[in-house]
Each structure stands twice: as structure tokens, then as C-alpha cells.
């Protein structure tokens, strides 16, 4: 029989969004973690000389394999051979890969609830168990050692993401540490999404690589780089995986798009203009964080990272799709529900992305100060 998944229900406040828009309706896209910054100027004029230039095939760019590399040399001090970075369409085809390679169906994976929706219903659709271990405001949302230790029997993996989706939290360095003991004493497999490394507001993000050289480690050009539409990401794997990995990747998905690789090889030093963008990530959380306690959502996830803020509604609702649907047709402002991320607890929480302009955060906080002060 074929498996039944949830649907991704950010995506239907969104279908919304659009149809208020098409009507005329002025909308703020709160909904999606999606930068509104855009590439970097001189990936852009990389790929319009490109594209006059090139035709474009089933390609994997050998320099840009070597450059992500490097990337973890500069950033976190580890090794990384480029030839275990394997280029994928983006992170979540990198996920499909990684799990594909890493895991058999039947298999249980680890995830903390809340968490990225995709771990759960990618994990299902692939014949496998999400083993969803809630996360309370008192772990900052995050996956602990005693918590992943205390599983029985051992899931064969873990997903673990720092910062995470939908909080923004971070996990400790030393908590980190402690996860990659209790793996390594049972043999589970970490997966460590890390698509967010780059944008840290509080603390450090480092990769946990450092802790676990066995781990597989999940990225892509979606966020720090601001390039969410040019569908490109890697996966790093342990080297007895890759060819597994690289066979699996020429069948499923042949190569990403040559156009975002020739870009994104530019991308990747353009440090100065990206870290203009995370300074308008900074100034938006800011102002969220000063504006919603007054709103009266002052119990939210620490956001060390990312561009999220994950609020507790409880007071509110008991259901966050309605929710999310009456504040956008009230306001504009399309926001996700956060049943989304935690099908238990969610249904009293709401996420806000500010990935948007700092002037749209500002109206966003404008538009929703009488809906909630109501």
C-alpha cells in the first residue's frame, strides 16, 4: 500500500497568501524561511557570463567540491576530503541521499519534536520510523544525550539540526559532545543538518563533524548564501558511503543544475555582502523580540540562530492552522502553523520567519498589533 504523508501545511497558508495577493491584498510572507535578500551580486554576473557562454549539462563542478571543503577548514578547523562531499539539488534531495545510503526500511531514526517537517514525512515516505522525542522549552527544543540514551531499543540513527527549524535554538557544545558519545556506544548514525551554520546571532555553531568524524553532515546554498531558488546543497559522507552515495545520485537525481554550481563556486566568497545579509537578519530578530512580548507572546524558543521565532499561542488557540488562516486574512501576514513541526504540542504555536526585509518586519509588527491586542 502506499504510504500516506502529511502535507506540508505552511504551504496551504501560503496557497492563501497568493490568492489575497491576486486579489489585490498587500501580503508580508512570513510563512516560508525563504532570505528575501537574494544571491550575491557577483554570483548573479557569474551566471549571466555563463549563461551566454555555456550551454549547461550533467555536470559536478570538481573545484566547487573542493571550495566546501575548504570552507570547513576555514570555518571549524576539520578535514574534509572533497571527494566525500557529494553536490545534491538542494538539502532535501541531500537528505533523501543521505538516508537512502545510511538506513534500511524498518529502520528507526531519532528526531526532536519540534523539528523540520520534512525529517518526519521524508522518513515515512521512505518505509522508515521517525522515533520523535519531545523537546521542551527547558532543552531549549533541542535533542539531549539522556534523551537520545534513554531510547529502547536504539534507533539505528539521528537527525540533529543546530540551529534548528522551526526555533532557531542551538545545541550546546558540550551537549553535542555528550550525543556523540551515546552514538558512538550504540552505533547510531548521526545525520546533522546544518543549513542554517552561518546565520548565529548567539554562541557558536560548530560542526559536528568535530565531535563525530563518522557523522553525515547535510547543507546547501538555500540560506546563508541566500540562494533558495537555485536548488543546490551537498551532503558530506563517510568515505566507505560514497560511491553508494554518488551511484544513488546518478539514478535519483543525475546532477544539480551546472548554472547554480558555476554560481555558487563565486558565491562562496563573496563573505562580505553575506554577512551584510545576517546583520539584516540581526536587526530583524531584534525587533521581533522586543515586539512580541508586548503582543503577548512572551514564551518563545531561544532564537540563537536562523530566522525564526517559534511562540507559544496556548492562551490563544488550541489550533494554529485556524490560527494562521484568521491572522492572514486579518493582517497579511502569512505565518506558519506549528502543528507543522510538532504534530503533538504544535497545534498551540505559531513561527515567524524574518527572513524578509527589515521594512516588511516592521509592518508586519504594525498590521498584527490589533489582532492580538484584541
Given amino acids: 500500500m502506499t504510504v500516506q504523508i502529511d502535507p506540508f501545511r505552511a504551504i496551504q497558508i501560503s496557497r492563501i497568501a497568493h490568492e489575497l495577493k491576486a ?47 575548504k570552507l570547513y577548514a576555514d570555518r571549524y578547523g576539520v578535514t574534509v576530503d572533497p571527494e566525500c562531499v557529494v553536490l545534491t539539488a538542494g538539502a532535501s534531495p541531500a537528505l533523501v541521499l543521505a538516508l537512502s545510503v545510511l538506513f534500511n526500511p524498518g529502520d528507526r ?29 527547558e532543552v531549549s527544543y533541542q535533542m539531549t544525550a539522556a534523551a537520545l540514551d534513554a531510547i529502547e531499543p536504539a534507533p539505528q540513527g539521528v537527525i540533529l539540526a543546530s540551529p534548528a527549524n522551526p526555533t532557531g535554538s542551538l545545541i550546546p557544545e558540550a551537549e553535542l559532545e555528550a550525543i556523540a558519545e551515546v552514538c558512538a556506544r550504540k552505533n547510531i548514525h548521526i ?17 559536528m563533524l568535530d565531535y563525530a568524524p563518522n557523522a553525515t553532515v547535510v547543507n546547501s546554498f538555500s540560506k546563508y548564501w541566500s540562494m533558495p531558488g537555485w536548488r543546490l546543497g551537498w551532503v558530506i559522507l563517510p568515505e566507505p558511503l560514497v560511491q553508494q552515495a554518488r551511484a544513488r545520485m546518478g539514478n535519483m537525481f543525475l546532477t544539480p543544475a ?60 488550541d489550533n494554529s492552522i485556524d490560527f494562521c488562516e484568521r491572522l492572514l486574512r486579518a493582517t497579511g501576514v502569512a505565518t506558519a502553523p506549528g502543528v507543522d513541526f510538532d504534530p503533538v504540542d504544535g497545534h498551540r504555536f505559531i513561527r515567524f520567519s524574518f527572513a524578509v526585509s527589515t521594512d516588511q518586519v516592521k509592518d508586519a509588527i504594525e498590521r498584527i498589533k490589533p489582532f492580538f491586542n484584541s
Fill in 23 to 69: 486579489e489585490g491584498r498587500s501580503v508580508i510572507h512570513m510563512e516560508f524561511g525563504q532570505p528575501s535578500t537574494g544571491a550575491p551580486s557577483a554570483a548573479i554576473a557569474e551566471a549571466h557570463a555563463r549563461l551566454d557562454s555555456e550551454s549547461g549539462g550533467y555536470w559536478e563542478d570538481p573545484q566547487l567540491r573542493v571550495r566546501i571543503a
Fill in 109 to 137: 531514526v531519532a528526531t526532536a519534536r519540534p523539528g523540520y517537517v520534512a525529517y518526519r514525512n521524508t522518513l515515512k515516505a521512505m518505509h522508515m520510523e521517525c522515533v520523535e522525542i519531545g523537546c521542551g522549552p
Fill in 258 to 317: 551546472t548554472l547554480s554550481q558555476r554560481a555558487a563556486l563565486v558565491a562562496m566568497d563573496c563573505v562580505d555582502e553575506l554577512e551584510t545579509y545576517v546583520d539584516v537578519y540581526r536587526q530583524n530578530r531584534q525587533l521581533m523580540l522586543e515586539a512580541l512580548p508586548a503582543l503577548g507572546l512572551a514564551t518563545i524558543a531561544p532564537p540563537d540562530g536562523a530566522f525564526y521565532i517559534y511562540a507559544d499561542i496556548s492562551h490563544l488557540t
Fill in 191 to 207: 545525520i546533522s543538518d546544518e543549513i542554517y551554520h552561518g546565520l548565529i546571532f548567539n554562541g557558536r555553531a560548530p560542526c
